[in-house]
């Protein structure tokens, strides 16, 4: 019995078991589903992580690279996999009930936690797709079309009725090629612009394509245009054929709209490389031009003529321009007849109401109209006359000979170029259009003066960026022609930008006061020019030149100015020497400059202005030329790279201009190969410490670098790693600073300590980068590293005139302000930046108070990469007065904005990602709706 019974239970057992292995499972689904829940909501949050990392880095790749479509899937995947997530945390948070709510739902229970351990394998399923391995970021194709800037609220009635025309012929199929013409001024780039800016024309065309062709154009320099465009990657050594066929293919099949600016000649399209437009392939081009001869060349279909405007609308323009005088009864009558004497030419209008805006003496008036009404004003041919006749009387209404220097000095740069201000006054005050008598800064006060002048009679333009002005193609044209052997000013040779190789005549570089090649493909010079009246010679950017024959300067007299900049010169001849006037030498990034003659710079007795940064010279060269250097009496600009700090010794111990504080602007750099752009300032040191040399003694700088900083006005100091405290190096010698940078100094913690602070260290600065302090920890430090903690020193100036603060690359500082009296230093911030900075967690402690109208001219602030920041002054709205721009990238914890609907009445822009905006939460949805963000894709 014992037998049987046994045989009898083993396959009970057996069949037990497998009955019971399914019912262990999900009996386990519910025992464990607490454990299992904390392990689904720590996965979820690091694959969530995972996921705003490389949402970050597609940000900061943005707009070259894009996610590929399996990153954008896994993103996607990971999204709903985070809302699954977030629906299944309220099952969990309630307890079912059963037996009429007597006790837990044991069958509920077991059902969500199977949903729960599902989903921590299909995590793990997600995690593992998250490698790519072929990476996750591809170019970005080029944009449909790249908007240009207008000034739409300002244009006339007229432009808009033709851009109407203009649109009227893009719809007709039966007008591949159309063209805008007119004469100079008189608003066709204008209507090009609004074209491009049209949204029916994005989606009418795959790409549209702006080219401005100029005077100056070759089929290679519009291809590199277009390819550039395209991002079709040209090499400097393809031939013309070659790029072509790249381009056309790029294009094949595609629907493209090409605008071609400013044509003077016909341009062969197929050359380039674009796929003939026709009715079948719906491609479309429009080109502006000054000539009907050039549309006929270029087989248009259609032509609009851009016409002057009508006395109605002439009138009322110029009439809003010049302002409330033209109501005065002896004004207006003069008024109507010079509006009649622009004849509805738009530039002209706008110049000539630049000059009598707000004029309210009649003789002004009366005398500008004698003039307007001159002959003597037409004496220019070969252009519109009353283009000419109308800038021409401009330029004489100008009240000095300077302002009228400076606007002939302005026709030496290329058509179409951004003029640097202040290299533009270093050129005028070593010819000595300004004073040499006054200082740098002095110069460039008078300079700025006299270009804002030029802007204000619509002679010059002013750029974006402050330093860079621009000229009209039209009034440089009536420049170049005043200053040709036909006109009434001093002879100029201007072959600024037209990238020709050919060497002009002897007779007209004897003729010449100024001679501009700049930006051209010079490869070779006469081998010795006769010019007894050059005062001027602009030769940068002549790429291919390698060599300037040993006479070239022989006969040179009286040169004061010679720009060599960004050329491939190897050596100087030996003939400069002659050039006895000589007053500024630059030699900017000549990379292949090995050497310089002995002897050469000391004999150049008057030379003021010397740059020679970015060179290839040796260190025996250096050497020698830091000796020669020292010997010059006259040196009041001296851009150099030293090389070590020994040879700056050496100079500051023997220079006679130095010694004599004569060198009132200089730009020093020790193992220094980075240049700063964009940052005007008169006296910068830029220090790399490295080299050996007993450099680097303790926490403190070499002698020669702190007599230089005791009178630097900017200071980048990179490399020092036993410098702690910024502030060490001497509040005395960081008084005058206004700019400064420190870079991959690892062991700074702070920049202003409490004795710096009592010291006055830092009252000047205006602009403040921190970049890659890897163990920087507070900015501005109120405590004593010993004895109790006092209270800010009265009247404290620290940081009391910074205007701009970036931060990059600073993982260890967690507040960003260490208290809210350093915060309240900072009443003249304007631009605040904070990237990178990954243990960042706010902007000031908690334990901090704040007045509400704090920061009161804070316009721009930009976020990006701050993982742990979640707060920007304890949530506590705030008033941001001033505020225009905001940027939040990668910011995943910040979940509220710092102001409410009162407290940003100017804010203009907010830039972040869709994710952050829809995360943010809000008090009021007024705020949501009153500042609409522009999302980042």
Request: hydrophobic share 40%; glycine share 6%; aromatic share 8%.
């Amino acid at each position: 019995m014992a037998e049987v019974a046994g045989a009898i239970a083993q396959p009970v057992c057996e069949i037990g078991r497998c009955l019971w292995a399914p019912i262990a499972r999900h009996v386990n689904y519910g025992r464990k589903l607490s454990k299992n829940w904390e392990v689904l909501c720590e996965k979820a949050h690091d694959l969530d992580l995972k996921r705003e990392d490389i949402l970050a880095q597609a940000e900061r790749s943005n707009p070259q690279k894009i996610p590929t479509k399996e990153c954008d899937g896994w993103i996607k995947k990971v999204d709903e996999m985070v809302k699954k997530v977030e629906t299944i945390k309220s099952e969990f948070n309630v307890e079912k009930k059963c037996v009429w709510g007597l006790c837990l739902d044991i069958f509920a229970r077991i059902e969500l936690g199977k949903r729960v351990a599902n989903m921590i394998d299909d995590i793990k399923e997600l995690e593992g797709k998250s490698k790519f391995e072929s990476g996750f970021l591809i170019d970005a194709p080029p944009a449909t079309v790249e908007m240009q800037p207008d000034h739409a609220s300002k244009l006339s009635e007229s432009a808009y009725l033709t851009l109407d025309m203009v649109l009227g012929k893009i719809r007709d199929e039966n007008t591949p090629k159309i063209g805008i013409w007119g004469m100079g001024g008189v608003g066709k780039t204008t209507v090009l612009k609004l074209l491009n800016n049209k949204p029916e024309i994005t989606e009418m065309f795959d790409f549209v394509i702006w080219v401005t062709v100029s005077k100056s154009q070759s089929i290679r320099m519009v291809q590199e245009e277009v390819g550039q465009r395209l991002s079709v990657e040209i090499a400097k050594g393809e031939s013309d054929d070659r790029v072509a066929r790249k381009l056309h293919q790029r294009l094949h099949g595609k629907k493209y709209l090409l605008l071609l600016d400013d044509v003077w000649e016909m341009v062969d399209l197929v050359a380039v490389g674009f796929p003939n437009p026709t009715q079948d392939s719906g491609c479309k081009v429009v080109l502006t031009t000054r000539k009907l001869e050039v549309c006929r060349k270029m087989g248009t279909d259609t032509e609009v003529k851009v016409k002057v405007l009508q006395e109605e609308e002439a009138r009322e323009m110029f009439y809003s321009n010049v302002e409330d005088v033209v109501k005065l009864p002896d004004i207006k009558p003069l008024a109507e007849k010079i509006v009649r004497e622009c004849d509805g030419l738009p530039l002209a209008l706008k110049v000539v109401s630049g000059v009598l805006r707000k004029e309210e003496n009649v003789n002004v008036w009366r005398n500008f109209l004698r003039e307007l009404r001159s002959p003597a004003t037409s004496f220019i041919e070969d252009m519109n006359e009353n283009v000419f006749k109308i800038l021409k009387v401009s330029y004489d209404q100008l009240k000095n000979t300077k302002k009228k220097q400076c606007l002939l000095f302005s026709g030496m740069y290329p058509e179409d170029s951004r003029i640097q201000k202040s290299r533009l006054i270093e050129y005028l005050r070593a010819e000595g259009i300004l004073s040499r008598e006054l200082t740098f800064a002095e110069a460039f006060d008078q300079g700025d003066v006299i270009l804002q002048a030029l802007i204000d009679a619509s002679l010059l333009e002013k750029c974006d960026d402050d330093d860079f002005v621009k000229m009209h193609d039209v009034v440089r044209d009536l420049v170049l022609a005043m200053t040709s052997p036909k006109g009434e000013e001093p002879q100029h040779l201007v072959r600024a930008g037209i990238s020709s190789g050919k060497i002009l005549d002897a007779v007209e570089w004897k003729k010449a006061t100024r001679i501009s090649f700049m930006n051209n493909d010079l490869r070779n010079l006469p081998e010795s020019p006769d010019c007894p009246e050059l005062l001027t010679l602009l030769l940068r950017e002549n790429y291919n030149l390698e060599e300037i024959p040993e006479t070239f300067f022989s006969n040179m007299p009286d040169l004061r100015v010679l720009d060599l900049s960004f050329t491939r010169i190897k050596s100087l001849p030996t003939s400069i020497s002659k050039l006895d006037s000589l007053r500024e030498l630059v030699l900017f990034r000549c990379h292949s400059l090995e050497a310089l003659p002995a002897g050469v710079i000391c004999k150049l007795s008057q030379m003021e202005i010397i740059k020679l940064l970015g060179t290839g010279l040796s260190d025996e060269s250096i050497e020698i030329v830091v000796k020669e250097l020292s010997n010059l009496s006259s040196l009041s600009c001296l851009e150099f790279d030293f090389g070590t700090v020994g040879n700056l010794q050496h100079f500051l111990e023997n220079s006679i201009s130095w010694k004599r504080r004569r060198l009132t602007k200089f730009h020093f750099r020790i193992n220094e190969s980075h240049s700063y752009a964009g940052i005007v300032i008169n006296r910068c040191l830029c220090y790399t410490v490295g080299g050996g040399g007993g450099e680097e003694r303790g926490s403190s700088l070499p002698s020669a670098i702190e007599d230089v900083l005791i009178q630097s006005d900017g200071f980048v100091l990179t490399g020092h790693g036993k410098l702690s405290t910024f502030s060490e190096v001497g509040v005395l010698k960081i008084h005058e600073l206004k700019w400064c940078r420190i870079e991959q100094c690892d062991a700074i913690e702070k920049i202003v300590d409490r004795n710096g602070l009592e010291m006055g260290a830092f009252p000047n600065l205006e602009h403040l980068s921190l970049v890659e302090l890897s163990n920087l920890k507070i900015i501005l430090c109120l405590e004593m590293e010993e004895g109790p903690l006092l209270p800010p020193p009265p009247n404290a100036n620290t940081f009391t005139n910074l205007k701009s603060l970036f931060l990059f690359g600073c993982p260890s500082i967690e507040q960003l302000f260490s208290s809210g009296f350093m915060v309240q230093q900072l009443s003249n911030l304007v631009e605040l930046e904070v990237r990178d900075c990954r243990g960042l967690k706010g902007m000031i402690p908690n334990d901090q108070k704040l007045d509400y109208e704090s920061l009161p001219k804070l316009r721009m602030l930009w976020l990006d990469d701050l993982p742990k920041f979640d707060s920007f002054f304890k949530g506590v709205p705030m008033s941001w007065q001033s505020l225009k721009e905001v940027s939040i990238s990668s910011c995943p914890k910040l979940k509220k904005l710092p102001f409410d609907t009162n407290g940003a009445p100017n804010l203009e822009k907010i830039e972040g990602s869709q994710l952050w905006w829809d995360a943010l939460e809000w008090d009021n949805d007024a705020i949501k709706l009153q500042f609409q963000p522009r999302f980042k894709s």
